[in-house]
């Protein structure tokens, strides 16, 4: 019965060859260090659940945000577990990010033919950082606010144009309602899309290049 | 020796056997408190009654329907919110009282008294409500729903909930 749903499917759409180049790839013998890159994807994907999902609640202006937040953890069926799973999620990706990225340093798999793949994951942590620290601010509670004032101060001391930056990353010169609101922007829309296009070239480039063997101590 | 073929299932069918049943209980356990996340403010109800003074019964003109507001506070999610409603009103001899909800039981809409048409109006799609709150003309199921209303000591109450 499966079958013949699926072999009616791939006669007309063709997917069969596609899930086979992807999942029946050939792969050397490597080790546990190699599945980060699955695990990032995957941390990826329940981010943007969870995210979609506490969009459903949360008001990103400075007299919502704290009392919609407080009332996903404490009033919401389920969500401590949603904003939770977001939370512990956000942080576990970048540290899971970040391994993926110094295993692929160590086992020096960016080299040839794989430059393009690494060059996109390092825009991809980059990317995941920009969403860590857009999202910090998103619960508009006294860490969340000063951290941000501290982060985005950084960007101020830039030479020449340090102060118009800050005052771009901001939307003025304080930390106000323009500045929760394209946090919120960013944080769902610019780098989430971004991240998803990356991935798409990134895990492409994955399929296509195979992945390395792990380096041998004579080479 | 065992060959291949003797096996009842082949590795890889042993493998995405396994991947699959993780999947499916990772997504149960993420997706049913998902269900009841996202519903969660419609299972909250009100449920709280209490009778309302709305005004001295004397305000309302005898035989004809008198509009009163009021309004309540409400907790909508993380805040207390007022809600202003309007009720129509008419008593005859200033003890007996029916009391209108003023909205349409076609679709919500409100509806208003028009003196001139001697009848409630809703604009939305011209549902047309009798004295009595009777439907005369349109799309409307049923009679203008009414609240449980009396007069004491010349004031006018009604009972409310939620």
């Known amino acids: ?32 260090w190699y599945t980060l890159g699955s695990a990032s994807l995957f941390l990826a994907i329940m981010q943007a659940v969870t995210g979609i999902f506490l969009t459903i609640y949360y008001i990103p202006t400075p007299e919502e945000a704290y009392s919609s937040v407080e009332y996903i953890m404490s009033d919401v069926a389920f969500g401590w577990l949603i904003r939770g799973m977001h939370h512990w999620g ?5 540290a899971i990010v970040f391994l993926h990225l110094l295993r692929v340093f160590y086992y020096g798999a960016y080299k040839y033919p794989r430059e393009v793949t690494w060059v996109t994951g390092v825009f991809l942590f980059l ?12 619960p508009w509670n006294q860490r969340a606010y000063w951290a ?16 118009f930056l800050l005052r771009v990353l901001r939307g003025g010169d304080d930390l106000t309602i323009l500045t929760l609101s394209r946090f919120f922007g960013v944080h769902i829309w610019f780098l989430p899309g971004m991240l998803f296009i990356l991935i798409g070239i990134h895990l492409y480039l ?10 041998k101590s004579d080479e | 020796m065992t060959k291949k073929s003797d096996y009842m299932i082949s590795r890889r069918g042993f ?28 299972l909250k109800k009100g449920g ?8 001295p019964a004397s305000a309302a003109e005898p035989g004809v329907p008198t509009p009163f507001t009021f309004s309540r506070m409400k907790e909508v999610g993380w805040r207390r919110v007022r809600i202003n409603r309007t009720v129509y009103a008419i008593t005859n001899d200033g003890e007996n009282v029916t009391v209108f909800s003023d909205a349409c039981t076609h679709l919500s809409c409100k509806v208003h008294w028009d003196a001139e048409r001697n009848a409630f109006v809703c604009p939305c799609h011209n549902g047309v409500f009798d004295k009595e709150g009777n439907v005369v003309s349109g799309p409307p199921p049923r009679p203008l729903d009414r609240f449980e209303a009396k007069i004491e000591n010349d004031q006018l109450m009604i009972l409310v909930e939620g």
């Not at chain 1, 019965?1 to 997917?15: A, S």
């Not at chain 1, 956000?90 to 970048?94: G, I, N, P």
């Open chain 1, 1 to 32: 019965m499966t079958t013949r749903v699926i072999d009616w499917l791939d006669e007309r759409m063709g997917l069969l060859v596609v899930w086979n180049t992807i999942f029946d790839r050939k792969v050397p013998k490597v080790n546990w």
């Open chain 1, 90 to 94: 956000a942080t576990l990706m970048v």
């Open chain 1, 127 to 138: 990317v995941t950082m920009g969403l860590g620290f857009t999202g910090y601010l998103l």
């Open chain 1, 148 to 163: 941000t004032a501290v982060g985005s101060s950084i960007v101020g001391t830039v030479p020449v144009v340090g102060d």
């Open chain 1, 206 to 215: 994955v399929v296509r290049n195979g992945i390395s063997n792990m380096p």
């Open chain 2, 15 to 42: 493998v995405g056997g396994i991947v699959g049943l993780i999947g499916a209980i990772m997504s149960t356990v993420i997706g049913l408190p998902v269900v009841g996340y996202v519903v969660s403010p419609a």
């Open chain 2, 48 to 55: 709280r009654e209490e009778w309302l003074t709305l005004a």
